[in-house]
């Protein structure tokens, strides 16, 4: 098959390993806004002094890109239904790259902290196509019996693409300055979007998923239940990823090699265990249930956390680990679930909502547990993180996996 063939929409004659490519890309979009998102806050002890930033307009800076994520997520879900994977993903990717390209320009040093906010809060805006975009390419192209599996591939693209960008960034900042790191950025998306361009297309009408919900799944409890659980599942993720290693270092007084070795684990653990997740949920069609156990293991594991948060630190360091991955691991059964719900024609809307209350727990855990840190104690911090996975456990839908068991 040629690449004219593949550039162009009205061939749908895609053998069904074009499915594969689809993943690819989705993968690939995925993994270049993540190195934004969560490549630049690795940026910010350079972001700061470079700057001149507070504590506080750092942390505003930092935070206004996931902000910007949480509110466009589900306009742009609906965006995607109408107008298609293919179309959103491509504005989306070359929008991102075209402003991270002009920030490279305008942004020098001096630029006052609104003003940087104000520029990352549109990168998170513009970003946000990419999630649910991608996610419904990826869903739209497998059958149900493989997209768990799929679709988990496609969420490894986060950490993947964080870790890149952790890498890179702050070495481009160092040696470069950011307007290296704003254009390696706006490459990442460029690049992307050329092979978006090349080779995504939807699948022709016959091969495409069923219905789903046949409404809007904004109006499905069953969607809302699960969007809110997956929320307060990302809330002790964030706890662990952003200050499992500020505890310990400052709590238990360790080497900061342990809280990046803890980091380590339940980075690529949790990659591990979202790819398994979805091919054994694939295989035994109990997405719902797998979640409420996960949740159920999540609470037992922070509930130890905080128990064990003066014990010796191997017990404390594993307490942690085993809830941060566990808490890591069912992202990608969960994106699929609310897709299959939603069905391939409102896939976008319900991805949007799902990437929504991930976004905003990823906003609103940094703002909130220094808070309960220093007001209370780092055991309550645990213990929070607890009672969220328990509250997902009652929050997630039953396990009645058909769209008219909403």
Not at 47 to 68: D, K, N, P, T
Not at 100 to 122: I, N
């Amino acid at each position: 098959m040629t690449l004219t063939h593949y550039m162009n929409p009205a061939l749908r004659g895609f053998g069904a390993h074009h499915r594969w490519l689809i993943l690819g890309i989705g993968v690939a979009a995925q993994a270049s806004f993540s190195a934004a998102f969560a490549g630049i806050p690795a940026t910010g002890p350079l972001l700061r002094g470079r700057y001149h930033f507070s504590a506080g307009q750092l942390g505003l800076v930092l935070g206004a890109i996931l902000l910007g994520i949480a509110i466009s997520e589900v306009p742009w879900g609906m965006v995607t239904d109408r107008l298609g994977d293919r179309r959103t993903l491509l504005t989306g990717l070359l929008g991102t790259g075209a402003l991270l390209a002009l920030l490279a320009v305008v942004l020098t040093p001096g630029a006052p902290a609104l003003v940087f906010a104000a520029a990352l809060l549109l990168v998170g805006v513009l970003g946000g196509s990419v999630n649910g975009s991608s996610g419904r390419a990826v869903m739209a192209w497998f059958p149900d019996d493989r997209r768990g599996f799929a679709m988990s591939i496609r969420q490894t693209a986060i950490p993947a693409g964080g870790a890149l960008g952790a890498a890179l960034l702050p070495v481009l900042a160092g040696d470069l300055g950011f307007r290296a790191v704003f254009g390696a950025l706006a490459l990442f998306c460029f690049a992307s979007a050329a092979a978006a361009f090349a080779w995504l297309h939807e699948p022709a009408e016959s091969t495409a998923q069923p219905r789903g919900i046949g409404g809007s799944p904004l109006r499905s409890r069953a969607v809302w239940r699960l969007a809110s659980a997956s929320g307060l599942l990302s809330v002790p993720q964030f706890a662990v990823t952003t200050f499992a290693s500020v505890f310990l270092v400052s709590q238990r007084h360790t080497h900061l090699a342990l809280g990046t070795v803890t980091l380590l684990i339940v980075q690529l653990g949790g990659a591990a265990a979202r790819v398994w997740s979805g091919g054994y949920t694939d295989r035994h069609g109990n997405r719902r249930g797998y979640i409420k156990a996960v949740a159920g293991l999540s609470t037992v594991a922070f509930a130890g956390a905080a128990v064990l948060t003066e014990a010796p630190v191997g017990l404390t360091v594993a307490a942690l680990a085993a809830g941060g991955l566990l808490a890591s691991a069912w992202h990608g059964v969960a994106y699929t679930e609310i897709a299959r719900m939603a069905g391939t024609r409102r896939a976008g809307t319900a991805l949007g909502l799902e990437n929504t209350t991930v976004f905003a727990a990823g906003f609103l855990a940094p703002v909130l547990i220094p808070v309960l840190a220093d007001g209370a104690s780092w055991a309550a911090v645990w213990a929070g993180a607890g009672a969220c996975c328990l509250l997902a456990t009652l929050v997630s839908p039953g396990r009645h996996n058909s769209p008219e068991g909403m």
